[in-house]
């Protein structure tokens, strides 16, 4: 086997850890040599997350589970920054509600609120929803906290509105700032 297609084995060296209904839950990551973290606890599945805010993915115990961004256009609006996650009959979407809130719906019943902060659109942090704070209701089973702490921790919590979000835009394209 060449070691180009050798399967490598990928140490994580710093933790975290969040609170959730079913106890603690503990992230690990790392920011080199690629961006990768791992949500787990408990009695809740694995997750494993690629973080960004335009182009995440995650795993759910090995498996897939395909998200996407609204399809948009140039839409400068918060709403269109909403992100969904398939995962057999449910669907799960991240939807900002300010710049740093945002509420987790399963099939459209709200489960959970984050709020972040905004350390996280620093562009040395490479882990959009870190330090964000996940509260959740009442009626949510293992794979929504697992699906919905892995989602806030890959795209974060909150978006810019269409002002900041121009302004945001224009301070990157320029390199000033």
Same mark, same amino acid.
């Given at each position: 086997m060449s070691p180009l297609t050798r399967r490598r084995t990928v140490?994580?060296?710093q933790h975290r850890t969040a609170e959730s209904p079913f106890g603690p839950i503990q992230i690990d990551y790392d920011r080199w040599p690629s961006v990768v973290a791992r949500v787990h606890g408990a009695g809740i599945p694995v997750v494993t997350v690629v973080p960004g805010r335009d182009h995440g993915a995650m795993t759910l115990n090995g498996h897939h589970v395909p998200t996407k961004?609204? +399809?948009r256009g140039w839409d400068p609006r918060?709403?269109?920054r909403t992100r969904t996650a398939? $995962?057999?009959d449910r669907g799960y979407? $991240?939807?900002p509600v300010s710049l740093r809130r945002a509420e987790l719906r399963r099939n459209g019943v709200l489960i959970a609120e984050a709020r972040g902060g905004l350390r996280s659109y620093s562009p040395v942090r490479p882990i959009p929803g870190l330090g964000a704070r996940v509260t959740w209701s009442h009626g949510v +089973?293992?794979?929504d906290v697992a699906v919905g702490q892995a989602?806030? $921790?890959a795209f974060g919590a909150g978006a810019p509105g269409a002002v900041l979000g121009v302004l945001l835009f224009w301070v990157d394209d320029t390199g000033t700032g």
């Open positions: 140490r994580l060296s961004e609204r +399809d918060r709403k269109a398939l $995962l057999g979407e $991240l939807r +089973d293992p794979t989602m806030v $921790l």
